[in-house]
């Protein structure tokens, strides 16, 4: 009865009863009764004069993290404006053949190598001397590679009058210049990015070997010379198609012209970004696009150490993007690795002035007939060569 009567009050107390351990010398169980402990929580005190300076800390580290993710993940979009200016996509050949002068675009479609369809901006200009029609001619391609920024027809103006320049007394010489329209600009499909633009650049290499082999079969035609222009972004497609080495058959780069290069994006990053507290600099191991010149450059020399193209720097001379040191690292480079190469600066440029202005259009003009000289000054000694041997074989 006196057990009973101590469960029942513990029931009502709400008490916690324990079962223990029996005795072995007893038949009867033991219990012991067991109050309940009050649950203990912490709590962080702060003075109210903390709160604010603590709340707008947290809310920068937030937004810090967050615009570093944004830059990770949207570099494309960041680097690539095919958009700007807005009516850049809609833009015609049409709207600006009168101001090209004599020099006649037209539009190619072509199929990129993963089957991207991509467009091409292509213009003859024939030797100035129509003599001897049956006569051998040389050909000259040059492949051109824009700028981040707008399309193609808005350039053309520009390009057609430094071509028509380099063209001037030249009587043998045919040139062709074939600009492409990367990925995701003007009427080319899909979205920019640089394995895609590079895929795209081999494929318009191949379609001139193809254009230069179907007019081979017409008429007799020298080994084309072949040269690569990239203006800003596209002087890092212009070595990256150089550097893989994965020419067409009968097609070798003869000469890299590069309008306000800069060395590569990590290094634009660097100097876009110098603050050492600022976390953009840092992020460069999150990049998928590196359009490294000063490594292909390298790579280049190391594919063709017998015959090099010649490199030809044109710099602006107030770059407001691109710092003035990366066009002399890219010098130094060349010199250090073998490749022949030269350098002029526009003086009271901006960046996208080098083409606008006279005196770059005059330095243009000049990098691309000293390329082409080059080029059939080495034909030459190559066949000198080939002749000698041969005569020594005979001999």
């Not at 067991?34 to 203990?40: K, Q």
């Not at 200009?125 to 920024?149: M, W």
């Not at 440029?349 to 059939?376: C, D, F, P, W, Y």
Request: some cysteine.
């Amino acid at each position: 009865m006196a057990l009973r009567a101590v469960a029942i009050s513990a029931t009502r107390s709400r008490a916690v009863c324990m079962r223990t351990r029996p005795q072995i010398w007893s038949s009867r169980e033991r219990f012991a009764i067991m109050r309940p402990v009050p649950g203990c929580t912490r709590t962080l005190h702060l003075a109210p004069f903390l709160m604010p300076p603590l709340l707008f800390t947290g809310l920068f580290v937030a937004l810090w993290c967050w615009k570093c993710a944004m830059m990770v993940l949207f570099q494309n979009t960041i680097i690539y404006n095919p958009f700007l200016p807005p009516n850049s996509r809609s833009m015609t050949i049409d709207e600006v053949s009168r101001d090209c002068g004599r020099v006649q675009w037209r539009e190619e479609r072509i199929k990129s190598l993963d089957g991207t369809e991509i467009a091409l901006c292509v213009a003859d200009v024939p030797p100035v001397s129509k003599q001897n029609a049956n006569e051998a001619k040389t050909p000259v391609y040059v492949l051109y590679f824009q700028g981040n920024g707008s399309s193609l027809p808005p350039r053309l103006p520009d390009l057609s009058w430094i071509i028509r320049r380099a063209h001037e007394n030249e009587t043998s010489i045919s040139y062709t210049m074939v600009c492409l329209s990367y990925r995701g600009y003007w009427t080319s499909h899909d979205r920019p990015s640089e394995p895609g633009i590079d895929l795209d650049s081999q494929a318009a290499l191949r379609w001139i070997a193809q254009l230069h082999e179907s007019r081979s079969e017409e008429t007799d035609q020298e080994k084309p010379t072949v040269l690569l222009w990239g203006q800003s972004i596209g002087c890092g497609f212009a070595t990256n198609l150089a550097a893989k080495g994965q020419y067409p058959p009968g097609i070798t780069v003869d000469g890299l012209i590069l309008e306000t290069p800069f060395t590569n994006v990590r290094a634009m990053l660097q100097a876009l970004y110098p603050q050492k507290w600022l976390p953009y600099q840092y992020l460069w191991p999150f990049l998928w696009n590196h359009l490294d010149s000063w490594t292909n450059l390298g790579m280049i020399a190391k594919r063709f150490p017998e015959t090099p193209p010649g490199v030809y720097i044109v710099e602006a001379g107030k770059d407001e993007l691109v710092p003035a040191n990366h066009g002399e690292e890219l010098l130094q480079r060349c010199r250090q690795v073998g490749l022949p190469v030269e350098r002029q600066k526009v003086r009271g440029a901006l960046h996208n002035e080098a083409m606008v202005r006279v005196a770059g259009k005059q330095a243009l003009a000049h990098s691309i007939s000293t390329a082409v000289t080059r080029a059939r000054q080495c034909d030459l000694l190559r066949k000198g060569e080939t002749l000698n041997n041969a005569g020594k074989g005979l001999t």
